[in-house]
């Protein structure tokens, strides 16, 4: 079946610093990949997707994420992060011919002034 | 530009109790769904809708659970008989294309049973 993993639940960085955030994917096909931010009191909002081509993938608000099919691995990552980025980060893939999209439990990001 | 739209924000109900969360998508989108999200936990597929009917389900969508197009714009989750357990935040999203290419959130409705 497939499954999306999360492995940090939390992840606190300083502002400027870089950011890596994991995401593992189970799939037996090409798997439709996308992470959603998702602020206090605020819906999902996409930050980028993957479907097929070039595997590293550029997103709205200075985020990319790289596929690497050999890993299973979908990481969010951001040179330097800014306070405005502190929110809860998910992972999703598609399933079902309908885009039902299944997520991880998030990675929740703290930045530290 | 477009967004979806959720109300109410916030519903309390009493156990037992039916509730309808409203859902208001992109005026052309054609996929809608439903996600909750349990707090602490990740966000759940419910429900998908297509031309008027179910498309696909969750184990979690059990008999307490509908969802309706009832005109044009609205699309709606109702729960029965509400559990405690059905405490969560709702999330209803549409696509144009069946999720392939995006499926765009509204805000949530938080649903507490008391």
């Known amino acids: 079946a497939q499954s999306v993993t999360q492995p940090d639940i939390h992840i606190t960085v300083s502002e400027g610093a870089s950011l890596e955030l994991r995401c593992n994917y189970s799939?037996?096909?090409?798997?439709?990949l996308f992470w959603y931010v998702q602020s206090p009191g605020q819906g999902l909002q996409l930050l980028l997707k993957y479907f097929s081509g070039d595997t590293l993938v550029q997103g709205i608000k200075g985020f990319e994420a790289e596929f690497k099919r050999s890993q299973s691995s979908f990481n969010l990552r951001k040179p330097s992060v800014h306070w405005s980025d502190a929110a809860e980060y998910f992972c999703?893939?598609?399933?079902?011919?309908?885009?039902?999209?299944?997520f991880g439990k998030g990675t929740k990001l703290s930045v530290k002034p | 530009e477009p967004e979806v739209t959720q109300t109410p924000s916030h519903q309390v109900t009493q156990m037992g109790q039916e509730v309808i969360l409203r859902c208001v998508p992109i005026s052309n989108h054609l996929y809608f769904y439903w996600y909750r999200q349990i707090l602490g936990q990740k966000v759940e597929f419910l429900v998908s809708f297509y031309n008027n009917e179910i498309s696909e389900k969750s184990e979690i969508f059990d008999d307490q659970f509908s969802v309706e197009r009832p005109d044009g714009s609205n699309f709606t989750l109702k729960i029965r008989s509400t559990k405690l357990e059905d405490s969560a935040m709702y999330f209803c999203?549409?696509?144009?294309?069946?999720?392939?290419?995006?499926?765009?959130f509204g805000p949530g409705t938080r649903l507490t049973v008391l």
């Open positions: 999203a549409s696509s144009g294309d069946g999720g392939i290419n995006e499926q765009f």
């Open positions: 999703a893939v598609v399933r079902g011919s309908q885009g039902n999209l299944i």
């Open positions: 799939y037996g096909a090409t798997p439709y």
